[in-house]
């Protein structure tokens, strides 16, 4: 039998390889059109960043050694340009001779992969641009990057490749930069998941921009001008296309193999095409989802090679083995974090129109009073006939094993009462007496069976704010610290006491750090009488990571040369290393939010000032938190590294220098925050805004939810809006022009009335009193997550405001000696 392949590595090197072990008499030829026949794919991008130091290791086997070991016939540099199914042969060419000959086959293997996206954009060809699929790519821009030595890096797309390369070029102390058209990064993800990626990527001081593509790119000089389309421009030495790739089908096509739906070869069971004699495998290959039954592609190299090994089989032992197809099972490494998914992913079932349940818990790796327990966020999907659908786990350690038995469950077709039951081996380092996979089962049969009410971060704004009441059952440390909007603080072990001020007449929303307090809360008032019970799904983390600002723009403002010489990211004064200065250590690992910051409150009071105090901490959201703290507390940052999932911030007691009492000056600010779209409260703002720089303050307006209106332009530009934000644009005034009287305002004449009283009188109208502000210096702040929740875009917003979040007002209120809230 004479077995022909196109296209090595995964597949097709697999496919012959256990053909040879199989039968030892087959004549086997591998045709490859590049140079290479068996590499690790995966591994070109941490070669790039030096990771993997030696280039020859990225090689499983060369032509030469596959033929010494195996008997196999690797013709490399050779292009198969047509399939002659009548023939049942190849019509081959020679890239180094140019010679073109027919090779006869009795069966045919495809494996031809899939190449990488590379849209028409104007400026593409750019000697700059690259992309990345196999060595010689990898060659260019190692190359490149040695002999360049580029300062600023773009890349277009944030998938695997993506984020992978953003991290190897980080590592080499380049800028780096992603352009993602989509509202997320890693596409596999649901949003609330991929949030914590982006949490994990500003804290690692990458600079990324969701939601805008590129228009074109422009070379000038030694760099390339990249502009998006929101209009802004970006300026880079180095870019990099990943923006997905598409099956390599053209021969198949040619010669009238069926193509499936999705664009990959349409195979059957036994991953047998249209023809009883040509097989396909890989990338370019389409078969129906295990789940679902819906046409799929996956491009991955784990079930490219398990096919290789079954179409060996089917082609030696006559279709013996069936396919079941691939759940779409994969990992990967973001600079400290792990991601990982497995199965259907929310937004997947959306688009087919199927009915679903998801939950998402914040557990740990393993036991949490054993050291280095780290955090990790797992959210499942599945059905009210309990099969498990898909998970997605974001972690630090642990997260393959976990990924690994949701997919061997989902492969099986399973239920969530396997998850409940799965064993797995148990001691205090590896994972807990009941594993976050039990956990997760455990909590989606509360589900099912009516015992807990999940509500989720995106549904909390569909009820309306007079039909709910929040409940915080955290500590009142806690709640000091922060919460959310509106809600009250009952902690838990008051409940069962206090039940007589909950509402009966509300939705009763229960909420904690992560879940689990509220869950307890929620047994307790199901259990005495009060049935419109919810638990926010995944706690204030999920809820806070999931409405925060996602993308990170614009940071590189401050960049600096460090003594190493490599480029970063910040303020090089923060990592100033005090000296011989008392310092305590504290270990805050596994502690949840907003653990790390009770602890370091708790130990800073019995500090004397000038000492200092070094956290360690394992909740992502640490690094954040304690600029924001220690701000608030008259505390100095002195530096904040991460290691691994390990967040460590030195503090030191005092010393925070604050703009406007340098030299032990008073306080000389005034700070006003606008929550109202009132003509007469917005007036009264203004007149006192104006009134205060007049004397000499420093003076700061911070414009929050129904305030914005405030600062809208009269005709401002079109802007593309979600469905809450169309909604909130049609309740809420368009401009200051058609905002309404607090009282009296009759429809809108009482307003007009004012303003002709105003008129009469001399008195500005509030737009002029406007415009007196902005020249005259006060400062105007747009609050950055009120804009997120209504849906209120930078550019409808008049020049001049800046966009801020809470820190901006607190930082500017701890230097005003007066502060009001209109």
């Not at 944030?158 to 509202?183: D, S």
């Not at 804290?203 to 760099?223: A, H, N, Q, R």
């Not at 499936?260 to 047998?272: A, E, V």
């Not at 997760?440 to 509360?446: M, P, Q, T």
Request: glycine share 10%; charged share 25%; net charge negative.
């Amino acid at each position: 039998m004479k077995v022909l392949i196109i296209g090595g590595v995964a597949g097709g090197a697999t496919t012959a390889a256990r053909l040879r072990r199989l039968d030892e008499s087959a004549e086997i030829r591998i045709y490859e059109r590049g140079a290479y026949i068996s590499y690790a794919n995966c591994g070109l991008p941490y070669y790039i960043g030096g990771t993997i130091a030696e280039r020859d290791r990225l090689f499983v086997q060369t032509p030469e050694s596959f033929t010494e070991l195996l008997n196999v016939d690797v013709k490399v540099k050779h292009d198969v340009i047509s399939i002659n199914r009548d023939r049942k042969t190849l019509s081959v060419r020679n890239l180094d001779t140019d010679e073109v000959f027919e090779d006869p086959y009795d069966k045919l293997v495809l494996s031809p992969g899939a190449e990488p996206l590379r849209p028409g954009i104007p400026g593409i060809d750019s000697d700059k641009i690259f992309t990345l699929r196999n060595v010689p790519d990898t060659d260019h821009i190692k190359t490149f990057v040695d002999a360049n030595k580029p300062r600023r890096a773009v890349i277009i797309g944030a998938g695997f490749i993506g984020l992978e390369m953003a991290e190897n070029l980080h590592q080499l102390g380049i800028f780096v930069t992603i352009v993602e058209a989509a509202e997320q990064v890693m596409n596999i993800l649901d949003y609330e998941m991929a949030a914590e990626v982006h949490q994990h990527l500003k804290v690692k001081g990458v600079e990324f921009y969701l939601k805008d593509g590129v228009s074109s790119f422009t070379d000038k000089g030694d760099s390339v001008h990249i502009a998006l389309q929101s209009s802004r421009v970006i300026e880079a030495d180095l870019v990099i296309l990943s923006i997905g790739v598409k099956p390599d089908v053209k021969l198949a096509v040619e010669s009238g193999l069926e193509i499936g739906t999705t664009g990959g070869i349409k195979i059957d069971s036994h991953l047998m095409t249209n023809d009883k004699d040509i097989y396909a495998l890989g990338d370019a290959t389409e078969y129906p989802n295990p789940i679902t039954g819906d046409p799929l592609r996956v491009p991955l190299a784990g079930p490219a090679n398990k096919q290789g090994r079954m179409v060996a089989d089917n082609i030696i032992m006559g279709n013996k083995r069936s396919y079941r197809g691939t759940i779409a099972t994969g990992i990967a490494k973001v600079f400290d974090l792990t991601v990982a998914s497995t199965g259907l992913s929310e937004k997947q079932l959306l688009r087919m129109d199927r009915e679903y349940q998801r939950l998402i818990i914040h557990a740990t790796s393993h036991a949490g009073y054993y050291p280095d327990a780290d955090p990790m966020t797992i959210k499942i999907i599945f059905n009210k006939e309990r099969q498990l659908l898909g998970a997605q786990i974001v972690g630090y350690s642990g997260v393959d094993k976990r990924i690994d038995l949701f997919a061997v469950i989902l492969g099986h077709a399973g239920t969530i009462d396997d998850l409940q039951e799965i064993e797995h081996a148990y001691a205090p380092p590896f994972s807990s007496a009941k594993d976050p996979v039990n956990i997760a089962g455990f909590v989606a049969e509360n589900i099912l069976n009516g015992s807990s009410h999940h509500l989720h971060w995106n549904e909390m704004n569909d009820i309306p704010r007079e039909e709910r009441i929040l409940i915080d059952v955290r500590t009142e440390d806690e709640y000091g610290i922060e919460t959310l909007d509106g809600a009250v603080n009952i902690p838990l072990p008051q409940i069962r006491n206090r039940i007589a001020e909950i509402p009966k007449d509300k939705k009763v929303i229960l909420f904690c750090g992560v879940g689990k307090r509220a869950y307890m809360a929620e047994r307790i008032l199901r259990q005495n009488g009060l049935e419109d019970v919810y638990n926010l799904s995944g706690g204030m983390k999920t809820y806070s990571l999931s409405t925060q600002q996602q993308s990170n723009e614009d940071i590189f403002e401050k960049d600096f040369i460090g003594h190493d010489d490599n480029i970063y990211q910040s303020d090089p004064h923060i990592h100033t290393v005090i000296g011989d200065i008392k310092t305590i250590e504290v270990d805050a690992c596994g502690l949840q939010c907003p653990g790390p910051v009770l602890k370091l409150k708790e130990e800073m009071e019995a500090l004397k000032p000038g000492e200092m105090i070094q956290e360690t901490a394992t909740d992502p959201g640490f690094a954040r938190d304690v600029y924001a703290w220690a701000k608030m507390t008259g505390n100095s940052v002195v530096s904040v590294d991460q290691k691994g999932p390990k967040v460590i911030a030195v503090l030191k007691k005092g010393g925070a220098p604050t703009p406007s009492r340098m030299g032990g000056g008073p306080q000389k600010g005034t700070s006003l925050i606008l929550f109202s779209d009132d003509l007469d409260k917005a007036l009264a703002a203004m007149v006192i805004a104006n009134g205060a720089i007049s004397a000499g303050k420093e003076v700061t307006l911070f414009f929050t939810f129904w305030g914005l209106s405030f600062l809208k332009k009269a005709k401002a530009p079109r802007v593309k809006k979600d469905f809450m934000g169309k909604m909130f644009a049609m309740m809420l005034p368009s401009s200051s022009r058609k905002m309404g009287l607090s009282k009296i305002n009759m429809g809108g004449m009482g307003a007009r009335m004012m303003r002709m009283r105003m008129k009469a009188l001399g008195v500005d109208s509030v737009e002029q009193m406007m415009e007196t502000a902005l020249k005259s210096g006060i400062r105007l702040v747009a609050c950055q997550m009120s804009m997120d929740v209504m849906g209120v875009a930078e550019e409808e917003l008049i020049d001049g405001v800046e966009i801020g979040g809470v820190a901006s007002f607190l930082g500017a209120a701890d230097d005003s000696q007066t502060n009001m809230f209109i």
